[in-house]
Structure formats: C-alpha cells, structure tokens
C-alpha cells in the first residue's frame, strides 16, 4: 500500500512537473512570437533609417556639388593658356569632355599640363584626339590650326579632404 501511495504521489508530481514545464513553454513561445514581431519592426525601421540616410547624403552632395559648375568653369579660364579657344564642353557625371582650337600643339600640351598639375578642381587630363586644321580669318588669311578633344575628371566638393583644400586654394585664387 505504502508502495502505490509513493508511486501515486510521485506520479502527481511528474505530472505537475509536466505541465509546469507546458506552461513555461507556452510562455516562452508567446514572448518568442511577440519579439519576432518586434524584430520586424527593428528590421524596417533600419531599413527606412538606410533609407533616410541615402537621402540625406544625396541632399549633402547635392549641396557640396551645386558650386561645382562655377569652380569648373572658373578654373578653365585660370587654366586655358593664351592661343587655346575651347568649342564645347559636355559634362558626363563627373568627367568633363572638352573640344577646342588651338594655335599650336604646344599650346595643347600646356593646357594638359595646366590641368593636370595647377588645378585644384580638375584631374586626370586625357588627350583623345588632336588632328590639324585651317582656321579662314579672311579671305586672303589662313591659319594652321590644332583641333583637340579630352577628358577631364572633376573633383568632387563632398569628398571631406578634397573639398576642405580646394575650398582653401579657391579661397585664396578668387
């Protein structure tokens, strides 16, 4: 008899273990459930936070760049050497390709140097095409003539080093 008593008791015990332990489990699923939604809600807030931030650099570089034609064009004047008219000039994101006259390939050779070495806002000057031309000043005067065409990649103002020295050097020229 003590026999089944203890085999009774013990088996009410393991049976309350049992769905002590069910309990904990459902517990523990619900809180699972409830933190996998908040996961998600974590998930798109970092996804709008990405999203804003992508927003706020295009504004910066927007605001960084809006100068960017000004200093281009600024730069070409205080770079172009006497002798050399330039005929077209077509920005492509950040290159600038430019088409031009000039009285000499020297003069072609110099402003390639110019660009390349003097400039703050201009790099990598690439010569693609140079051939020889006439230019018609009258009718009895004809000039032998240089047509180029290059490449030229501008330097953009929201890179934090570059802008801070080439705002500096600007700075000092304008």
Known sequence: MVGVLISGAMYSWYLSQLEEQRVKNVFLQTEITRLDVQIKDIATLQAEIASLKARQNAVEDLQGNRNLPVYLLSELVKQLPDGVYINSLKQENQTVLIAGIAQSNERVSELLRNLS???????????????????????????????FSMRVEVKRASDPKDAAASAAVAAGKI
Do not use: F, H, M
């Open 117 to 147: 070495n003097n400039s703050p806002w201009l790099s990598k000057p690439d010569l693609l095409e140079i051939t020889a031309g006439t230019v018609t000043l009258s009718a009895r005067d004809q000039r032998r003539v240089s047509n």
